[in-house]
């Protein structure tokens, strides 16, 4: 039933593991706790919870956010939707201005700040050839984070703003949404992967760069249904519009889709997490030899030698990093040996400025292979591209101009599958 018990199950009572079902038709708050944790579910949402685990989900409602209910604003008329209880607002012309208030904006800056995951996701139906914008970070022409679909090429956007680079990004789509009908699209982003999910099927996922998340760009907006005034205007319905923070967003959509595999940003998370304990690991094992040798040189002498360099006293068993070695005071001798660097496993290690040991860049995905930075390689005749940091670069080999020239007939010529240039016999 509709409603919350107040008291949590005694902490005598034996713990039992149970999947909790949910539903919430009503704009009600719901708790209930799970082995001592406390949830509060929302409307309209299916959650499936384990006793045991504890659920957390930051979302903003954007549509929910403009107040557009029983109110009156240029191009924005209640039509029927594919839920009943929610209104869905069909969006006409081109003197809209839909944008958030800066409560509503400086919040959704939080969200996408404080978490490398994060889920568009939409309710729509979108008139055919239009060009509109769903959801977009901008200000006049310019783009910061924009969900875009065309209806004249048949192809969802995703743009998206790189850090240190003036002109946004675009991830394309193919897929025809603009078709009168209506869709469920979800665009989730963890750490360096976006996937699009269009009626809770998942159609694509790519590498990308990873996102600016400093908004510092002035003037910046948040648009619903518009880049922002005056551009990318969206004719057709919208009935949901959420962004929904954390892994697997699209559950709030699609709650019987799988989320039991690690996301990218949950592996990028564990990854980084793991070079730390090694680190602090590494640090600690060295400290605890040096202990061990200061003890041993206490028990055999009452004197100890300190060090000097550079006008810096170091004591009788002190380690220190100095550029990239190691040194230790030993007896009052210093005694320095090269940083020692973990193992990497890839093909073509950078070594950065600044930076002591060598490291890997992103790899690249291409036809459900992945590549090293740096390495090449021929998806098809006449076709060279290259891994670089995580970008795929391309380039077409014209066979009249980058070509050796044969000294034979072109009878006595031939062609090797899979190399662009002929060969004599």
Not at 11 to 36: A, C, G, Q
Not at 212 to 236: A, C, E, I, M
Request: with cysteine.
């Amino acid at each position: 039933r509709h409603g919350y018990s107040p008291f949590p199950p005694s902490p005598n009572m034996p713990e039992r593991r149970s999947l909790i079902n949910i539903y919430v038709k009503h704009d009600i708050k719901l708790f209930f706790w799970t082995s001592l944790r406390h949830v509060m579910v929302t409307e309209g949402t299916i959650y499936r919870i384990t006793a045991g685990q504890e659920l957390s989900i930051d979302s903003i409602d954007l549509l929910e956010s403009l107040h557009l209910h029983n109110t009156s604003h240029q191009g924005v008329t209640e039509t029927p939707g594919p839920q009943r209880l929610k209104p869905a607002y069909n969006l006409q012309g081109e003197h809209r201005d839909l944008r958030l208030n800066s409560k509503v904006y400086e919040k959704a800056v939080g969200l996408l700040r404080n978490n490398s995951e994060f889920t568009v996701a939409a309710s729509l139906r979108q008139e055919e050839s239009n060009v509109g914008t769903i959801v977009s970070f901008a200000h006049g022409t310019n783009r910061y984070l924009e969900l875009q679909s065309s209806g004249r090429k048949d192809e969802i956007r995703f743009h998206y703003k790189v850090q240190h680079e003036t002109t946004a990004k675009m991830e394309t789509f193919p897929f025809r949404l603009a078709d009168n009908e209506w869709h469920k699209v979800a665009v989730s982003v963890s750490g360096a992967q976006v996937e699009l999910l269009v009626d809770c099927h998942p159609l694509y996922r790519r590498i990308i760069r990873p996102l600016d998340r400093n908004f510092t760009v002035p003037q910046l907006g948040l648009w619903v249904g518009q880049r922002s005034r005056g551009h990318s205007y969206f004719k057709g319905a919208l009935q949901e519009v959420h962004l929904i923070s954390g892994p697997h967003g699209y559950l709030t959509q699609c709650p019987h889709l799988s989320s039991t595999c690690p996301t990218c940003g949950q592996f990028s998370l564990l990854q980084n997490t793991v070079e730390q304990l090694t680190k602090h690991l590494h640090e600690l094992s060295e400290r605890l030899v040096a202990a061990e040798g200061r003890i041993n040189r206490v028990e055999e002498c009452d004197c100890q030698k300190s060090c000097r360099i550079n006008g810096s006293v170091h004591p009788d068993g002190a380690t220190w990093q100095r550029g990239c070695d190691i040194c230790s005071c030993v007896h009052g001798e210093i005694q320095c040996r090269p940083v020692q660097c973990p193992n990497i496993r890839c093909k073509n290690p950078v070594m950065n400025p600044g930076e002591c040991c060598p490291s890997c860049l992103k790899q690249c995905y291409l036809r459900g292979e992945m590549y090293d930075h740096g390495e090449s390689v021929n998806p098809r005749e006449c076709v060279e591209c290259e891994c670089h940091d995580g970008v795929m670069k391309c380039n077409r080999i014209d066979p009249e101009t980058m070509c050796p020239q044969l000294s034979c007939s072109p009878q006595d010529q031939f062609s090797v599958p899979g190399n662009c240039c002929k060969f004599c016999k």
